[in-house]
């Protein structure tokens, strides 16, 4: 909430901003809201999941005292919730896309901003690249935001004209990593259901665990001992927009084993998380020479 007016003075000087803040720090949630209350025309907010676009409408709305839908709203692939009066709408890259396709000038948009920056999707460098040659050709006076946390902030800075940044470092608090050995081979999910028992025993509040896909979710969820007072719960992108409201909304008085793709590990916050259990793997598309098609494949995560 510090960097508010300045980010907000700045863009009235300046068409671009580059915003790095920590995870948590609620550039997600707070600046879109206050380019809202500044901009003449709407806000676009790309998130680059289903999940964290919607999640991002509905915590603003809450935050704004409003109804989602009216004056902020979303649109996925299959789930709209906004009408052509809704002035701040989040939107996966393929909608925003869409919207660049068929209304190149973005008549109506004051600001476009690209969150979660760093996971660098073609969607995403293909927005940010049009959007340049947008403003510097048809709306000058289009203003839009790149934000992430651990993006490299000068060098998108170059890209967009050497336009300012800014910093928010946030709150930092003590993390204990511990090693737990894991089974080589198909069978790795029992480990990872070994792991979550001793993590619960030894750690307070809810539990979170990241898994390659909904096939690995499930297998670790059949395999988790029942306990009274304990919700296991899953969180992926193929969830009905219920079922992912129920992970993300905190729960009084029951602990929560949360079992998540990697779509929690920067898109979204999950409240009421003290503790993490990382496999270490994820499922990516990666082209097979022999057959000359992509598909997934699991593998460990990148250490970068």
């Known amino acids: ?7 907000v003075a700045s863009l ?3 068409p671009c901003l580059v915003l790095r803040a920590s995870t948590g720090a609620g550039k997600t949630t707070r600046l879109p809201s206050a380019l809202l209350d500044s901009t003449a025309g709407a806000v676009l907010l790309v998130e680059p999941r289903r999940l964290a676009a919607r999640a991002a409408a509905r915590r603003i709305a809450f935050e704004r005292g409003c109804r989602l839908g009216s ?11 906004a009408t052509s009066s809704t002035r ?3 939107m996966t890259p393929g909608i925003a896309l869409n919207l660049l396709r068929d209304d190149p000038a ?8 690209l969150d979660e920056f760093h996971e660098r999707g073609v969607e995403t460098d293909l927005i940010a690249g049009v ?9 000058p006076d289009l203003r839009g935001v790149v934000m992430s946390a651990t993006v490299d902030a000068s060098r998108v800075s170059a890209y967009l004209g050497g336009c300012p940044t800014l910093d928010s470092p946030g709150r930092l608090f003590p993390v204990s ?5 894991v089974p080589q081979g198909p069978d790795w999910p029992a480990g990872v259901t070994r792991a979550v028992p001793r993590v619960l025993a030894s750690a307070a509040g809810g539990i979170l665990v990241f898994l390659p896909g909904w096939r690995e979710i499930r297998q670790v969820a059949e395999r988790l001992p029942r306990r009274a007072g304990l919700a296991t719960m899953p969180l992926h992108g193929d969830l009905s927009p219920e079922e992912q409201d129920e992970g ?6 029951a602990r929560r084993v949360i079992l998540s793709t990697n779509v929690a590990e920067s898109s979204v916050t999950v409240p009421g998380v003290r503790a993490v259990v990382d496999s270490g793997l994820a499922r990516q598309l990666a082209h097979d020479p022999a057959t000359g098609l992509d598909r997934h494949v699991v593998r460990p995560v990148c250490r970068a």
Request: with cysteine; glycine share 12%; charged share 25%.
């Open 1 to 7: 909430d510090a960097l508010l007016p300045g980010a």
């Open 12 to 14: 009235r000087e300046h």
């Open 71 to 81: 004056e902020v709203g979303y649109h996925v692939r299959f789930d709209r919730q």
């Open 88 to 90: 701040l709408v989040a």
């Open 106 to 113: 973005l008549e109506g948009i004051g600001c476009v901003i």
């Open 131 to 139: 959007l340049r040659v947008v403003r510097e050709t048809l709306r």
């Open 177 to 181: 990593i511990g090693h737990e050995p």
């Open 248 to 253: 993300l909304a905190p729960r009084a008085g």
